[in-house]
């Protein structure tokens, strides 16, 4: 059996429960050395097999799947954050399925949620924002025609990118070429819920030099949206003259 297990966005102890319980049963665990961190192989018992993914290819990483799988031994395959977002594990699926391998996954915590956490920020305010897209800005891979980035900031709503610290000079003009305004709030997140977490406010037309200035070229996620801002309506959940399936809301004085 195979577990698809996300490692959280960082910090050791942001893996679930579950996640955590199978790491220690592992015989197999292949995690990606670049984006997740080491100390997650602390849950390992004595004796398990280790393989850093990061120098492999996709057919050498179902290779070592296979072999564990024909011995009998259960494979923990150990991404970064929440392996759905970017996590290339689609593809490793569907060669199991091909070779009759069973697998599940394990959901974990997204960067995106470690980069709010951060910031100490909520993604959706009351007319501020209700939609958050999470995307990256086109590089060696590229994005649907109809996902280029300058599409995606004609919302203005609240946006993150992944994959995208290197190419800000790229991404800053793209956003200000949708509804983005120079003076937009901004933030790049370095290594979220990680020891060594760094949080850079600035604005969208400064995005690019703030990274600079900061040596910041990967590991980070860029936050852009009036939710960073100080603005925003209170929640109609909690105002008492809001009446919903658990509350009478109480009715206005008249003076």
Known sequence: MVHFVGAGSGAADLITVRGARLLEQADVIIYAGSLVNPALLDYAKEGCEIHDSAGMTLEEVIAVMEAAEAEGKTTVRLHTGDPSLYGAHREQMDLLDRAGIGYDVVPGVSSFSGAAAALKAEYTLPNVSQSVIITRMEGRTPVPDGEKLRLMAQHGC???????????DRAQEELLAGAYEPDTPAAIVYKATWPD???LRCTVGTLAETARRAGVKS??????????????????LYDPSFTHGFRKGEQPQRG
């Open 197 to 199: 977490e760094k949080v």
């Open 219 to 236: 590991t980070a996620l860029v936050t852009i949206g009036g939710f960073l801002g100080s603005s925003y309506e209170r929640s109609c």
């Open 158 to 168: 609240t946006m993150v990118l992944f994959l995208s610290t290197g190419l800000l």
